[in-house]
């Protein structure tokens, strides 16, 4: 259970001076401006050198708690982040933070190429807070971590990108603060190295210390966070549990896609005319119940003739993909397709898809070139309305995304029977 507020945030706001080229006013010019005759004009282009990060933002992170931070590029993720890790000041507002914090935000950040990796271990780690002595008594868990000890006494400028990653990564997982502050950082290395850190983040979260978490991987933050924080434009959009926080975000992107309206879905050889959601009756919708088939009908235009042209259909839930198909799937893809404008259905098939928030995104394009991409186009939602789910898969809280289209079956093995069988063989 969470105890007292370890992170208190109230009303953060930061600003940031936008980079300009240098003008050139006459003597005139000068003057009003210097007079007041020019105060207002003056005064606007002052404001239009400024942009706010992050503005009036609060929030408390409770000890023991894994808060995750969702948001589009430039929400004020990252520099949320560097206030509370007293990077950067905030122009407004204060952060109070208890207990000991560690913070990865850039791994590798302070790693100097031509010194060794095991000079880089040392280096980095001070640089993260850790005593001379804490490093020299975890460097050989560090270095087993990273995979790299036949490398450790080569200059770090000899490292391949991989290499510079593992070692930066390892170095920032042996610290032990009180409150960790991760931005975006498991994306490392191999597959099998960012399981590898994945697992080593979800024992540290586990032991009972508390996490504020960025990441762009709604998968991450489902698996590994209790609540969410949604921030958009600098301001907090919505906070609460990671499926209402996750549903909140699809809401945003989907409402910013019907204002850009499918202008940005065009190309000089093809676009997309619409995207819709129906039932198998053909009804439009953006609500299923789990007994219900979902068709997604794609309208799109051919400018000229193409060969080897195909659609592409991605279903994401939470924001983690877990369906693509083309429509070339059945049939042989090198094609020659006429100009003109068709309509693509794709039909998912009635309890496959569990419970939950759908975002389903459209690519039109060949092997060679992709013409236009249409991602997080259009959302719907899959309910538990006419089921009884309780002693089922079909459960949105299990683990996983699908319902699987397998069966089971069980029999029953009578041992002493299969005994008596194998003795009748032997005679």
């Given at each position: 259970m969470a105890g007292k507020p370890v992170i208190v945030a109230e009303k953060l706001a930061k600003q940031y001076r936008i980079g300009e080229t240098a003008s050139y006013d006459t003597i005139a010019e000068a003057l009003r401006r210097r007079f007041g005759g020019d105060r207002r004009s003056a005064e606007a282009r002052e404001e239009a050198r400024h942009i706010w990060a992050l503005h009036d933002v609060s929030f408390e992170v409770r000890e023991g708690e894994i808060v995750g931070v969702i948001g589009r590029n430039g929400a004020g993720k990252s520099t949320l982040l560097k206030i509370l890790s007293r990077i950067t000041a905030p122009t407004r507002g204060r952060a109070t933070i208890?207990?000991?914090?560690?913070?990865?935000?850039?791994?590798?950040?302070?790693?100097?190429?031509?010194?060794?990796?095991?000079?880089?271990?040392?280096?980095?780690?001070?640089?993260?807070?850790?005593?001379?002595?804490?490093?020299?008594?975890?460097?050989?868990?560090?270095?087993?971590?990273?995979?790299?000890?036949q490398f450790i006494d080569t200059p770090v400028k000899r490292y391949s990108s991989g290499m510079h990653s593992r070692l930066a990564f390892a170095v920032a997982a042996h610290l032990e603060p009180e409150i960790l502050i991760v931005d975006e950082v498991l994306a490392v290395g191999d597959v099998a190295f960012q399981k590898k850190c994945l697992a080593k983040m979800q024992a540290f979260m586990q032991s009972g210390r508390t996490v504020l978490f960025v990441s762009h991987s709604m998968g991450s933050i489902a698996e590994l966070c209790s609540s969410a924080i949604l921030l958009d434009r600098g301001h907090i959009a919505h906070t609460g549990s990671v499926p209402q926080v996750v549903e909140a975000y699809l809401t945003l992107l989907n409402i910013d896609r019907r204002t850009d309206g499918l202008a940005a879905f065009d190309d000089r050889d093809a676009s997309i005319l619409?995207?819709?959601?129906?039932?198998?009756?053909?009804?439009?919708?953006?609500?299923?119940?789990?007994?219900?088939?979902?068709?997604?009908?794609?309208?799109?235009?051919?400018?000229?003739?193409?060969?080897?042209?195909?659609?592409?259909?991605?279903?994401?839930?939470?924001?983690?993909?877990?369906?693509?198909?083309?429509?070339?799937?059945?049939?042989?893809?090198?094609?020659?397709?006429?100009?003109?404008?068709?309509?693509?259905?794709?039909?998912?098939?009635?309890?496959?898809?569990?419970?939950?928030?759908?975002s389903v995104s459209v690519t039109l394009g060949t092997p060679e070139r992709l013409m236009v991409n249409a991602e997080n186009a259009i959302t719907f939602e899959v309910e538990e309305l006419s089921e009884n789910t309780r002693h089922r898969g079909y459960q949105s809280n299990r683990p996983g995304h699908v319902i699987s289209p397998g069966t089971w079956s069980t029999e029953r093995i009578d041992s002493h029977a299969v005994g008596l069988a194998e003795r009748s063989k032997a005679t």
């Open positions: 208890s207990g000991r914090v560690g913070s990865l935000l850039e791994v590798g950040t302070g790693f100097q190429p031509e010194l060794t990796g095991r000079e880089n271990v040392f280096l980095n780690g001070a640089i993260l807070g850790m005593s001379r002595a804490e490093i020299a008594r975890k460097f050989d868990d560090i270095v087993a971590f990273s995979e790299i000890e619409g995207i819709d959601i129906r039932s198998e009756g053909g009804k439009s919708s953006r609500t299923f119940d789990l007994t219900e088939g979902v068709a997604i009908e794609i309208r799109y235009r051919l400018k000229r003739d193409l060969f080897g042209f195909q659609v592409s259909l991605s279903l994401s839930r939470n924001l983690v993909e877990i369906v693509r198909t083309f429509d070339t799937d059945g049939r042989e893809p090198m094609q020659s397709c006429g100009r003109g404008d068709y309509v693509c259905t794709h039909v998912v098939p009635p309890r496959f898809l569990k419970a939950g928030s759908y």
